[in-house]
Nanobody, 120 residues
Framework: QVHLVESGGGLVQAGGSLRLSCAASGVMLRINTVGWYRQAPGKQRELVAGITSVGSPNYADSVKGRFTISRDNAKNTVYLQMNGLKPEDTAVYYC??????????????WGQGTQVTVSS
């Protein structure tokens, strides 16, 4: 059974940093694509970062240069380091795991999400 647990969210002031974690069991992250999505109230879900099985990262333009996705194979965990946070980054952040096309289409295995709130 696949289980994904996101953690690391919280309340931070604008300009601050947070590191989100997506810890997995029942699925090997290193052979899958992992994406970080976010959804703010009243807004569409957005794929902000992804990392492929070969470790190639991709970022949405809205977070490029501020967010970094990485993977720890030994811990079967993917991280999202978020620096220079802005109020518009406020959202629930989810990790999604699966083949590349599955993750990009918003399917695959999902965690329960972690809330990130950035105050101005």
């Amino acid at each position: 059974q696949v289980h994904l647990v996101e953690s690391g969210g919280g309340l931070v002031q604008a300009g601050g940093s947070l590191r989100l974690s997506c810890a997995a069991s029942g699925v090997m992250l290193r052979i899958n694509t992992v994406g970080w999505y976010r959804q703010a109230p009243g807004k569409q879900r957005e794929l902000v970062a992804g990392i492929t099985s070969v470790g190639s990262p991709n970022y949405a333009d809205s977070v490029k240069g501020r967010f970094t996705i990485s993977r720890d194979n030994a811990k079967n965990t993917v991280y999202l380091q978020m620096n220079g946070l802005k109020p518009e980054d406020t959202a629930v952040y989810y990790c999604a795991v699966g083949p590349p096309s599955t993750v990009v289409s918003g399917k695959g295995y999902w965690g329960q999400g972690t809330q990130v709130t950035v105050s101005s």
